[in-house]
Structure formats: structure tokens, C-alpha cells
């Protein structure tokens, strides 16, 4: 435990990143524990009259034709976007300094979420909002390590903590990877375990993928639609395999090359793909990431990250309210805190 603690502290990029340089259709699984084989609760059929119109509302008057992206790619009974809103805390059990998921002891953090839920219920009185964990589970790290692949694998105890805790709430869990100079092809079978779960969901970070031999923290990583695809195509393949409801997929994002040929992404019916805008800094900052990275290349959802300390660094000191950060065209469905 302390040699883990301590290769942790070594690095503290993860908390902030580099970002800081660049300044209902829906069924409620059940909780499915510890239980990988569990299956998902049988749903109603897909409204897509329904979904067509909350995509449109979710487009927010846009005039550039992205949005709302057409595509045919409806997804399955039990999808949880774009019924519903998923509000998240970030982090990592073993530092207080990678996110709010790890900065308070469980019980005051879930309280923290719940009173988040709240104020994007009453920012949006028309969506539903979801509680979720998005836990870290693959660390970059400065150092090589062991496996010499910059980065650091949570024990499956630590992500069994992470899933009692979201029980206590009836909260999604999202299992998030930086995978330094490993490759996602390496990294999500070794999750399929618990992504087998209805309520488990699937984050990457391609800040932390290292293609170019880079050490994580010294210059910002890349994924290409290629590796996207293959993270689609392999929930896909569960999700079929196990009767659940569709995956949700986040990929952050806050600069051009972090996601390369986006044009190339395929959509499927069995996930859905948010693009996270996760740059921090100041109100007009973090709005202006937002349109170039995210909103002039649409794929299908997208996300925005806000950060509790280092959103508030410099002048105006200030987050965005929900209400701005649901004016951006188009509006996040998916949120998260770090």
C-alpha cells in the first residue's frame, strides 16, 4: 500500500493534466454487484419520435448543421442518453489531488454528488440526472514501473470499493484509463469483468496515451478513431453478448490532436459516445475549448468537465453555473467534477 501510494504522489498530472497550458425510454438497470454476469432489466421499446426531439432540444438552437448529428444509429432499448443526464465526480480512491471522487471520505462525498444531482435537476427541470462514479482504474505515471508501460493498474479491490459506494446511491459507475505507453487494445480486456455489468460504464484519456514515447505529463497524447473503434466495437460485443443496455463511452478532450479523424468514428446502436471537453481555467476559456474541440466535431453526445479548484484559479475566480454550461450549443449531457 505505501509503495502505491508513493508512486501515485510521484505524479500529480492526472489531477489537472496538462489542460491548464492550453489555457422515460430509459430503463434503470438493476445494481449488479459483484455479479459479471448479470443481465440487464428488460425495457420498453426505443421511442425514437422521443429521442429525435431531445436531440433536437439538445442541439439548442444551433445554426451550423452539426447538430444534432444525423445519423440512423438509434441505440437500444434501455439507453440512458439523451433521456437522462448523467452528472459524475472524477478521481482516484488513493489521492486527494486526481478529483473529487478521492478528495473526501465516502460518505460526505456522496452527499456532495447527491447535492450536485439537485442543482442540475433544478438547472434543467426537464432531464432526469443520473448520480455516477468515474473512477480512474489505469493511472499514467512519470515513472516506467514495473511493466515498464508508464502506468499503474488499481487493484480490483479498489474498484470493488467504487461500486459499493455507487450502490449506496444507485449511481452508474464509469471506469476511466490512462494508458500511457500500454494501448487501450491491452488495457479494456482486462475490465471485462466488471464492464459486463448493466451499470458499469467506460472512459478514456488520450491526454495519457503516449504514442510517440512521450513520459506522460510532458506533452498531451493522442487517440485515433481506430482506437475509439475498437473500444466501441469491444462494449458492443458485450453489450450483444449479454443482453445489456447500451454502454456509455466518454472520451476527453481538449485539443485538436487529442482525437484524430473523427470523421472516421463509427456509431453503433449498442454504445453511446460522448466527447468530454476537459480543458480547465476561467469561464470564457473553457467556452471557447468547447466550441473549437467539441462542438465543430461532432460524433454523437457531448461533455463538460468542471473543476472545483482550478476553474476558480484565475480572474473572474469563478465556475460556470449549470445554466451557462446548458446554454453552449450543443448542451452537455453528460457532466463531470473534478
Known sequence: MKRLSAVLALLTVSAVGLTGVFNSAYA???FAGKDTTAKAVDAPKLDTLQYDSLMKRLANGDKTGRWPVKTQAYPLPGAILPFNRIVAYYGNMYSKNMGVLGQYEPKEMLARLKG????????????????????????????AGRNGLHNLRMPFSQIDKVLDMAKQINALVFLDIQVGYSTVQTELPLLEKYLRMPNVHFGIDPEFSMKEG?????????????????????????????????????????????????????????????????????????????????????????????????????????????????????????????
Open 28 to 30: 434503470r438497470p438493476l
Open 116 to 143: 450536485e444531482v439537485k442543482v442540475w435537476e433544478a438547472a434543467d427541470t426537464l432531464t432526469p440526472v443520473i448520480p455516477a462514479l468515474h473512477y480512474i482504474c489505469v493511472t499514467a505515471q512519470a515513472d
Open 214 to 338: 512521450s513520459v506522460p505529463g510532458k506533452r498531451i497524447g493522442t487517440f485515433d478513431a481506430e482506437d475509439i473503434n475498437y473500444v466501441s466495437g469491444y462494449l458492443g460485443s458485450l453489450v450483444k453478448k449479454y443482453n445489456l443496455p447500451p454502454k456509455v463511452f466518454v472520451i476527453h478532450r481538449f485539443t485538436k490532436r487529442m482525437v484524430t479523424n473523427y470523421k472516421d468514428i463509427k456509431l453503433r446502436n449498442e454504445v453511446q459516445l460522448v466527447m468530454d471537453m476537459d480543458g480547465w481555467g476561467g469561464p470564457d476559456l473553457k467556452k471557447g475549448t468547447y466550441q473549437y474541440f467539441i462542438a465543430q466535431e461532432p460524433v454523437q453526445f457531448t461533455g463538460f468537465k468542471l473543476f472545483y479548484k482550478n476553474d476558480i484559479k484565475n480572474v473572474p475566480h469563478r465556475m460556470l453555473t449549470p445554466k451557462e454550461v446548458l446554454n453552449l450549443k450543443p448542451s452537455p449531457i453528460y457532466i463531470q467534477y473534478q
